[in-house]
């Protein structure tokens, strides 16, 4: 059973405009909250985290907000370039600590057009 | 920042040989190491948890036997995969987490198994 999902494979957004990419996870013992981008033949790069003692995390161009009663997250883009077209995994952790094994969701490739 | 080296970044075996995949932490010491697969256009899988001088601890399904993880430093971690099949061609990630980084990802392996 999947943990953590992301239910759009695949978002196409122009140039300039917010990229909004959802996830959302089943297990409340999820505490800690993290978006890696990936491109091909490379490893994930790690992105933006989140606690989930806070509702929202901002970083540059990126925000990500968690409504942790809906077990609900995103990730906010905003303004996209076609540098960010990549695979975006969120992933959850915690069973306690923030340092435990990572869960993946299965992605979202994102494109953005010039 | 945190930096943790993979290698080999790509690699071709024949049927039945085994490959060792090493990953290091070259700036900090892990606490924990974490391994991955990817299979094409799919999420990243944990393999397995390995911390400093203890067994690692092997996700459901996957063969302990057939996949032998050492983590014998706080910097350094191996996968090998044993008498390798084409079925074990897939793209190989480690990641070392630690109080003061979180997680931190190599840059992966590519494996293919002829």
């Known amino acids: 059973d999947q943990q953590v999902k992301q239910n759009s494979p695949s978002l196409s957004v122009q140039e300039g405009r917010i990229s909004i990419l959802n996830c959302d996870y089943t297990n409340s013992m999820f505490d800690y909250f993290l978006w890696y981008k990936k491109y091909p033949a490379e490893g994930p790069t790690f992105l933006i985290s989140i606690s989930s003692i806070k509702d929202k995390n901002e970083d540059g161009r990126f925000t990500v907000f968690l409504n942790k009663s809906a077990k609900h997250l995103s990730l906010h883009i905003v303004p996209s370039q076609p540098g960010d077209s990549a695979v975006y995994f969120c992933a959850a952790s915690g069973l306690g600590t923030s340092y435990d094994k990572v869960i993946f969701g299965p992605g979202t490739s994102l494109s953005v057009i010039p | 920042g945190a930096v943790v080296s993979q290698h080999p970044s790509r690699v071709i075996c024949k049927s039945g040989t085994s490959v060792k995949i090493e990953c290091r932490s070259l700036?900090?010491?892990?606490?924990?190491m974490f391994w991955y697969r990817q299979f094409p256009k799919q999420s990243l899988m944990l393999m397995a948890t390995?911390?400093?001088?203890?067994?690692?601890?092997?996700e459901q399904g996957v063969e302990k036997d057939k996949f032998l993880i050492n983590h014998a430093s706080l910097t350094l971690s191996t996968l090998t995969v044993t008498s390798a099949h084409p079925e074990d061609s897939s793209f190989y990630i480690c990641?070392?987490?630690?109080?003061?980084?979180?997680?931190?990802f190599g840059s992966g392996t590519r494996l293919t198994v002829v």
């Open positions: 990641s070392a987490s630690s109080t003061a980084y979180g997680y931190t």
């Open positions: 700036d900090f010491q892990a606490t924990t």
């Open positions: 390995s911390n400093e001088g203890s067994k690692a601890t092997y």
